[in-house]
């Protein structure tokens, strides 16, 4: 376990239920975890085990039913919808299955929409910066429907990384991609922990993908079962069987 001010999210008891009654599902069961600053943490686990839960509530987008969550340094359970609002805008960062790009907007505009929800005037260093990163410099005037999924999909990356997140959170990011793109995606996130100590957490259900992170952990059941360090491929393969993922 690290100690509180080396993690960028802690889960305290985290446990969070849908529902009410006989049809309460119960998604996260008492989870306490800390994720490391400038870590790259993957979350695998069988379909429904809790794993997009688990990301919503450690990035501030839904509310625990119970337990706390500390993310860059506050406490989220304090705060009032527009001040946890302002915090997801300004030190977090996301990555989606389906980009979630707007598509009548230009790669630029796409990528300095937080600056704009923000109300706050887009930093042109930055932007430049991060356009360069991923790789999209001389994809600024174009609209999402002109660019290939992963360039898309790096679009996102680009506004997940422009207000300098605390935390980058990725829910299945590569899920959409083929094999050789999703590659390249995951790269570039393993590059912006190695290059810039950016705070990456995913959720995948790809053992390849999970392998680019410094640590796996594995939920079954809304509980984190397990984890695994400098993981390989075929270990975390091995240990998903065994989670049921694959039954
Ligand atoms: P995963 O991402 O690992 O597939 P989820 O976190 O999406 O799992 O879901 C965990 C459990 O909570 C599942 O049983 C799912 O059906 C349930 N669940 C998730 N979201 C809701 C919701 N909004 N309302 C009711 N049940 C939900
Ligand atoms: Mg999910």
Redesign the pocket.
Known sequence: MTEAGTEAVTLNAVSKV??KGSSA?A?LREVSIGLPKGGFTAVM?P????????LHCAAGLDRPTSGSVRLAGTELAGLKEDKLTELRRQRVGFVFQAFNLVPSLTVEQNVTLPFRLARTRADRARLAEVLARVGLADRAAHRPAQLSGGQQQRVAIARALVTGPEVVFADEPTGALDTMTARDVLRLLRETVDDLGQTVVM?THDPVAASYADTVLF?ADGRIADSLTAPDAGTVAERMTTLGAYA
């Open positions: 849908y529902g599902v998604a686990g379909s429904g085990s809790g794993k997009s839960t688990f959720v939920l």
